[in-house]
């Protein structure tokens, strides 16, 4: 039996789906919270009715004694039901062995400690986001896990670099290749075998000889790799900005490519994330026009209060938020005559918006760049 705290369904409101064939409990508490929180700030208060939505949909017009002992989920309209979903009463504790209840999370452990000696042979676990919730329940005997479903990858290091490096020269592992020149670019086709076999699209291969290749097709067993000249790739000049290395060059290559929508960069503070992103919007809205405006945003934790008290239009008041941007125009300008007026100049020319990720939802930007900043803050 999986007991859900509040934090989950907030995080997830489609939680309850994801727990298989086991038995899904939300404890009276925990509804309690839901609808406290129902009409607060905007992101949680919309997470929250998503959720009781959802609770409500499943237990549909199930009588109080099914709903005690618990509804089948039912996830699709042809499938089987797997699992049940319950509502858990909260009971008084007249025994010794039980915590406080004037805080809701000791309420719930209590009535998880109550439900365990009810069922013995049932292991019950307690899903939380709150670890110091998962701490005190555990203290208490309840086991108790945090809520992974969704979250892909719990170390930074099992993330996808988007380029693999081979030792020495990446031709000694082909044992067949064919070469074609179409409109000034070669591609090599090659057999997608051995460590070719993982590649995916728009993912580069690098050796210690200087080849650089793009994948730009697959086709069943088959792969297309583009022969990236490194000379070429590192001599790029982009709105002044020219590559220290070989990544910040694939990684510009990524960022001025129209037919990849969705660029990801991750590294250390000071690798250049913010300002390859910058001078490659720079050089695509005024020097080529591809795009006409540029859209600057991020997630800072406890935006949704301070924004209010910062004064001016929602662009002034986004703006301290969006220094890093700022400072980034400015490294980009550092060599000009007059720094202050060239950014300045930029800012008039560039259309650069700065936005507020909570006024942000359900708004169509056309032809726009969006560079999202500091992204790691954002929840799904």
Request: charged share 25%; proline share 3%; hydrophobic share 40%.
């Given at each position: 039996?999986?007991?859900?705290?509040?934090?989950?369904?907030?995080?997830?409101?489609?939680?309850?789906?994801?727990?298989?064939?086991?038995?899904?409990?939300?404890?009276?508490?925990?509804?309690?919270?839901?609808?406290?929180?129902?009409?607060?700030?905007?992101?949680?208060?919309?997470?929250?009715?998503?959720?009781?939505?959802?609770?409500?949909?499943?237990?549909?017009?199930?009588?109080?004694?099914?709903?005690?002992?618990?509804?089948?989920?039912?996830?699709?309209?042809k499938s089987d039901p797997l699992?049940?979903?319950?509502?858990?009463?909260?009971?008084?504790?007249?025994?010794?062995?039980?915590?406080?209840?004037?805080?809701?999370?000791?309420?719930?452990?209590?009535?998880?400690?109550?439900?365990?000696?009810?069922?013995?042979?049932?292991?019950?676990?307690?899903?939380?986001?709150?670890?110091?919730?998962?701490?005190?329940?555990?203290?208490?005997?309840?086991?108790?896990?945090?809520?992974?479903?969704?979250?892909?990858?719990?170390?930074?290091?099992?993330?996808?670099?988007?380029?693999?490096?081979?030792?020495?020269?990446?031709?000694?592992?082909?044992?067949?290749?064919?070469?074609?020149?179409?409109?000034?670019?070669?591609?090599?086709?090659?057999?997608?075998?051995?460590?070719?076999?993982?590649?995916?699209?728009?993912?580069?291969?690098?050796?210690?000889?200087?080849?650089?290749g793009k994948v730009v097709d697959?086709?069943?067993?088959?792969?297309?790799?583009?022969?990236?000249?490194?000379?070429?790739?590192?001599?790029?000049?982009?709105?002044?900005?020219?590559?220290?290395?070989?990544?910040?060059?694939?990684?510009?290559?990524?960022?001025?490519?129209?037919?990849?929508?969705?660029?990801?960069?991750?590294?250390?503070?000071?690798?250049?994330?913010?300002?390859?992103?910058?001078?490659?919007?720079?050089?695509?809205?005024?020097?080529?026009?591809?795009?006409?405006?540029?859209?600057?945003?991020?997630?800072?934790?406890?935006?949704?209060?301070?924004?209010?008290?910062?004064?001016?239009?929602?662009?002034?008041?986004?703006?301290?938020?969006?220094?890093?941007?700022?400072?980034?125009?400015?490294?980009l300008h550092e060599d000009d005559?007059?720094?202050?007026?060239?950014?300045?100049?930029?800012?008039?020319?560039?259309?650069?918006?700065?936005?507020?990720?909570?006024?942000?939802?359900?708004?169509?930007?056309?032809?726009?760049?969006?560079?999202?900043?500091?992204?790691?803050?954002?929840?799904?």
């Amino acid at each position: 039996m999986y007991v859900l705290d509040t934090n989950v369904l907030i995080h997830d409101p489609n939680a309850l789906l994801n727990f298989e064939e086991h038995d899904v409990i939300i404890p009276m508490t925990v509804l309690e919270e839901l609808d406290g929180l129902k009409t607060g700030k905007q992101s949680v208060a919309a997470d929250c009715r998503q959720a009781i939505r959802n609770i409500d949909k499943l237990l549909g017009d199930a009588s109080p004694k099914d709903i005690e002992r618990g509804v089948p989920i039912i996830r699709a309209k042809k499938s089987d039901p797997l699992g049940t979903l319950s509502i858990l009463m909260s009971t008084e504790h007249t025994g010794s062995h039980s915590l406080p209840e004037h805080l809701n999370d000791n309420k719930i452990i209590n009535n998880l400690a109550a439900l365990q000696a009810q069922h013995k042979s049932r292991d019950i676990i307690l899903v939380s986001k709150d670890i110091n919730m998962r701490l005190k329940a555990r203290g208490f005997g309840v086991d108790a896990q945090d809520y992974h479903t969704d979250q892909l990858v719990d170390d930074i290091e099992l993330l996808p670099r988007g380029y693999k490096e081979f030792k020495n020269s990446f031709w000694d592992n082909i044992a067949k290749v064919e070469t074609v020149q179409r409109e000034g670019v070669t591609e090599h086709l090659l057999k997608k075998e051995g460590e070719l076999a993982n590649l995916h699209i728009n993912e580069f291969v690098v050796d210690e000889q200087g080849f650089i290749g793009k994948v730009v097709d697959i086709d069943g067993d088959r792969l297309v790799l583009q022969d990236l000249h490194q000379r070429d790739l590192m001599s790029e000049e982009v709105w002044g900005l020219v590559s220290r290395d070989i990544f910040q060059a694939m990684a510009l290559n990524l960022l001025l490519d129209p037919d990849v929508h969705l660029v990801n960069l991750t590294g250390s503070a000071g690798s250049g994330k913010t300002i390859l992103a910058l001078a490659a919007c720079i050089e695509m809205t005024v020097a080529s026009k591809q795009y006409k405006r540029i859209i600057a945003t991020r997630s800072t934790q406890g935006l949704d209060e301070d924004i209010g008290f910062l004064p001016g239009t929602e662009a002034e008041k986004m703006e301290p938020w969006l220094g890093a941007i700022v400072d980034n125009l400015e490294a980009l300008h550092e060599d000009d005559e007059n720094m202050t007026a060239s950014v300045d100049y930029i800012l008039s020319k560039v259309p650069l918006h700065f936005k507020s990720l909570n006024y942000i939802r359900g708004r169509s930007f056309q032809h726009s760049l969006i560079i999202i900043d500091e992204s790691q803050n954002l929840t799904p």
